[in-house]
């Protein structure tokens, strides 16, 4: 999967990573849709924390594609915002 990458304020790039699997009472999705919201922008300004190689766009739209262990009340397939 291909991800942005914040690493100081100011600099990001896009990178390959491994697809993750979802542990138990997770869930994956195929992102649709991402955004990002006022926090992403502030930590790209340096205005507020975080590490090294977050992944912005925590609002997303997109489908169910797998399931961890105990995962009740969605489906693979189901469509999410």
């Known amino acids: 999967m291909r991800a942005t990458v914040f690493h100081e304020p100011g600099r990001v ?5 491994a697809l993750p699997s979802p542990g138990p009472g997770e869930l994956r999705l195929r ?3 991402a955004s990002l919201c006022a926090s992403d922008v502030r930590v790209y300004r340096g205005e ?3 590490a090294a190689g977050v992944v912005p766009g925590h609002e997303v739209a ?5 399931l961890g262990e105990g995962v009740t ?3 693979e397939g189901d469509r999410v915002v």
Do not use: L, W
């Not at 790039?13 to 990573?17: L, W």
């Not at 997109?62 to 797998?66: I, L, P, Q, S, T």
């Open 73 to 75: 009340g969605i489906a």
């Open 62 to 66: 997109g489908v169910v594609d797998a």
């Open 31 to 33: 992102v649709a849709a």
């Open 13 to 17: 790039t896009v990178e390959d990573r």
């Open 48 to 50: 507020k924390h975080a």
